[in-house]
């Protein structure tokens, strides 16, 4: 499989202006599970009222180390603070990653990604069911779009996973993408690694729904799912370049529709095509029936022997290098950013927009008077 440590490091806190007033984030819903929505009106609503919540009293400076520990003891409001401090980019935020860092590093990270409609969240609440069948505490992130147009998002995903709302043992947690690409919201690493400090064996991160090229959930997990369903197209199709290539399990979702055999029959002449070193992970395919609970179990089995295949072969404490490498580029490129005062709306880049759009400076040499002003 192609090495992961060139793909595209994920945006850091920062990189983004204040967070959308849309976003629908209930500090004080401890479970995270919300009621569908018949409208984005609704959604609108519940974001509007998340962020009056966001200014109640009792939202002033935090302490980093008691609001850490009581996450660590299981306390579903202390976390939804913890997380809420990540999207919105708080300045306190520091001082909590500070806490967190010696913490983290103990849970097993699964992406789940694919094409809307192929059952990514019905998947991700099958696996939910599996892990704590087995005694787990698990972490879900689920990542909704975000309106290009509004501004609004419907955060559905966890209305697909509500037989897991009063469980103690899972927290989900939907995120908006705030109009970051690549599939994940841009505040997914950090708010992982606050679910990881906070005590759960295994986190979910369900993407939006992708097309080809969105391959960011490939350095962000430990093993990323890759789920397709009958009808995603041809063996042409499954040969492309993009998504399929970062797939360390392949997932055939709604296996008890025509054509879930010709599916699985084009992923394996794709990977035929591939070539693999002796010791290398070959990806696996797994048909499943999430809605049925059919093929979980092999599912799970499959993920298991990727994560014992990560520590053997030494490649875990690789990946995460390189996640920790390019997490750290991130983060000071945006502070760069930052310090040049070059975010839409300041006014020296304005000014120097309005030349470039009138013919009147090329865009490098604008460039070059935004860095030295």
Same mark, same amino acid.
């Given at each position: 499989?192609?090495?992961?440590?060139?793909?595209?490091?994920?945006?850091? %806190?920062?990189?983004?202006?204040?967070?959308? %007033?849309?976003?629908?984030?209930?500090?004080?819903?401890?479970?995270?599970?919300?009621?569908?929505?018949? $409208?984005?009106?609704?959604?609108? *609503?519940?974001?509007?009222?998340?962020?009056?919540?966001?200014?109640?009293?009792?939202?002033? %400076?935090?302490?980093?180390?008691?609001?850490?520990?009581?996450?660590?003891?299981?306390?579903? @409001?202390?976390?939804?603070?913890?997380?809420?401090?990540?999207?919105?980019? #708080?300045?306190? *935020?520091?001082?909590?990653?500070?806490?967190?860092?010696?913490?983290?590093? /103990?849970?097993?990270?699964?992406?789940?990604?694919? !094409?809307?409609?192929?059952?990514? !969240?019905?998947?991700?609440?099958?696996?939910?069911?599996?892990?704590?069948?087995?005694?787990?505490?698990? /972490?879900?992130?689920? +990542?909704?779009?975000?309106?290009?147009?509004? /501004?609004?998002?419907? *955060? /559905?995903?966890?209305?697909?996973?509500? =037989?897991?709302?009063?469980?103690?043992?899972?927290?989900?947690?939907?995120?908006?993408?705030?109009?970051?690409?690549?599939?994940?919201?841009?505040?997914?690493?950090?708010?992982?690694?606050?679910?990881?400090?906070?005590?759960?064996?295994?986190?979910?991160?369900?993407?939006?729904?992708?097309?080809?090229?969105?391959?960011?959930?490939?350095?962000?997990?430990? $093993?990323?799912?890759?789920?397709?369903?009958?009808?995603?197209?041809?063996?042409?199709?499954?040969?492309?370049?993009?998504?399929? =290539?970062?797939?360390? +399990?392949?997932?055939?979702?709604? #296996?008890?529709? %025509?054509?879930?055999?010709?599916?699985?029959?084009?992923?394996?002449?794709?990977?035929?095509?591939?070539?693999? =070193?002796?010791?290398?992970?070959?990806?696996?395919?797994?048909?499943?029936?999430?809605?049925?609970?059919?093929?979980?179990?092999?599912?799970?089995?499959?993920?298991?022997?990727?994560?014992?295949?990560?520590?053997?072969?030494?490649? @875990?404490?690789? *990946? @995460?290098?390189? @996640?920790?490498?390019?997490?750290?580029?991130?983060?000071?490129?945006?502070?760069?950013?930052?310090?040049?005062?070059?975010?839409?709306?300041?006014?020296?880049?304005?000014?120097?927009?309005?030349?470039?759009?009138?013919? =009147?400076?090329?865009?490098?040499?604008?460039?070059?008077?935004?860095?030295?002003?």
């Amino acid at each position: 499989m192609p090495d992961r440590q060139g793909l595209p490091a994920q945006d850091a %806190p920062g990189s983004q202006a204040a967070p959308h %007033p849309h976003d629908a984030a209930h500090e004080h819903d401890a479970a995270h599970i919300y009621a569908p929505s018949a $409208s984005a009106g609704a959604a609108q *609503l519940a974001g509007d009222r998340a962020c009056a919540d966001s200014r109640r009293p009792g939202r002033g %400076p935090v302490d980093a180390e008691a609001l850490v520990a009581a996450a660590r003891d299981q306390d579903p @409001r202390a976390l939804a603070r913890l997380v809420s401090l990540v999207e919105n980019a #708080s300045p306190q *935020l520091r001082d909590v990653m500070r806490v967190v860092a010696p913490l983290a590093g /103990g849970a097993q990270v699964v992406g789940l990604t694919g !094409s809307p409609g192929v059952g990514k !969240s019905t998947v991700t609440g099958a696996l939910i069911r599996a892990y704590r069948d087995r005694g787990l505490r698990v /972490g879900v992130l689920a +990542v909704d779009p975000t309106s290009p147009f509004s /501004g609004g998002a419907l *955060l /559905g995903d966890r209305v697909r996973m509500q =037989e897991h709302a009063t469980d103690p043992g899972v927290y989900i947690r939907s995120m908006a993408s705030r109009g970051h690409l690549g599939g994940l919201a841009w505040a997914t690493p950090q708010a992982l690694r606050i679910l990881d400090a906070a005590g759960f064996d295994v986190l979910l991160v369900e993407t939006v729904g992708v097309g080809q090229a969105e391959v960011e959930i490939a350095s962000l997990a430990d $093993s990323t799912l890759v789920v397709v369903a009958p009808g995603m197209g041809d063996s042409i199709q499954a040969a492309k370049a993009g998504i399929l =290539e970062v797939a360390d +399990v392949f997932v055939v979702n709604k #296996s008890d529709r %025509p054509g879930a055999q010709e599916a699985v029959r084009d992923l394996r002449s794709m990977l035929a095509m591939a070539k693999y =070193e002796k010791g290398d992970w070959k990806p696996p395919i797994v048909k499943t029936a999430a809605s049925a609970g059919d093929g979980i179990a092999d599912l799970v089995a499959a993920v298991d022997a990727r994560w014992a295949w990560l520590a053997e072969s030494g490649h @875990r404490d690789r *990946l @995460r290098l390189a @996640r920790a490498r390019e997490e750290v580029a991130a983060i000071a490129v945006a502070e760069l950013r930052l310090r040049l005062g070059g975010l839409p709306g300041e006014a020296r880049l304005e000014e120097l927009a309005s030349l470039v759009a009138a013919g =009147e400076l090329d865009p490098y040499t604008a460039a070059d008077a935004l860095i030295t002003t």
